[in-house]
């Protein structure tokens, strides 16, 4: 509960810590976060070794970002649905589905921007 004595500061440094904790249990227990973290890794370290542009590295990490974004809402999308409804039901499935399409979007356009950037530079 929030403590009305606080400074405009220290709730801030309240949510900081709370956002930090979600990343932290997003990485810790969720596959397709450490996947997509994983690449967006490697894919960094490429960047750096073909030493890409500062355009090049904006939407490089726009990408990245757009792509563990969506799956984290997609992940707490699904949570949500399966709180909420924890046996099979048709229009949560739905709701699912939509959700993992979303970030099925997200790695499209960020495999689609990969290979502009690194295309020319490895062939």
């Known amino acids: 509960m929030k403590n009305p004595n ?4 220290i709730t801030r440094i309240k949510s900081l810590k709370y956002a930090l904790r979600g990343a932290y249990l997003l990485l810790k227990t969720e ?3 450490q996947v997509q973290f994983s690449f ?6 490429a960047g750096f070794l073909l030493n890409i542009s500062a355009t090049e590295w904006m939407f490089q990490m726009l990408a990245i970002g757009l792509l563990l974004v969506s799956e984290s809402l997609n992940t707490a999308i699904e949570k949500l649905s399966d709180f909420i409804h924890p046996d099979y ?3 949560i499935g739905f709701i699912k589905d939509i959700s993992a399409g979303a970030s099925t979007f997200a790695a499209i356009i960020a495999v689609i921007i990969g290979l502009i950037i690194y295309l020319p530079k490895i062939f």
């Open 6 to 9: 606080d400074s405009f500061f």
């Open 31 to 33: 596959a397709s976060i």
């Open 40 to 45: 967006a890794l490697i894919v960094i370290l």
């Open 89 to 91: 039901h048709k229009k």
